[in-house]
Nanobody
């Protein structure tokens, strides 16, 4: 089982980016999915999380600017980011609780860099 994230890049402040993450492998079920980020010199923090029934929660710093969604048929989670600020600059990681055969685990993508210039 693996998660593959994509969509990061360089954008000016006020711009938008869309991150995507797809889970692949022998997957029986996926529970919560989400995105974390880690800026230089800072701890990894939750950005957004979405349950199997598409209930969501967001970090206060991104509420109203970011939208997380998922496609259960395609095992994907997406983060639409708008009104980006320089302080959103970080490596973004997707994560998911995945049940595979007889194992359940918290899986992480490889990270994708988002850089917001002022």
């Amino acid at each position: 089982v693996q998660l593959q994230a994509s969509g990061g890049g360089l954008v000016q402040a006020g711009g938008s980016l869309r991150l995507s993450c797809v889970a692949s492998g022998k997957i029986f079920r996926i529970d919560d999915m989400g995105w974390y980020r880690q800026a230089p010199g800072r701890q990894r923090e939750l950005v957004a999380r979405i349950t199997t029934s598409s209930s969501t929660n967001y970090a206060d710093s991104v509420q109203g600017r970011f939208t997380v969604s998922r496609n259960n048929a395609n095992n994907t989670v997406t983060l639409q980011m708008t009104s980006l600020k320089p302080e959103d600059t970080a490596v973004y990681y997707c994560t998911a609780l995945i049940y595979s055969d007889y194992h359940a685990g918290q899986y992480w993508g490889q990270g994708t860099l988002v850089t917001v210039s002022s």
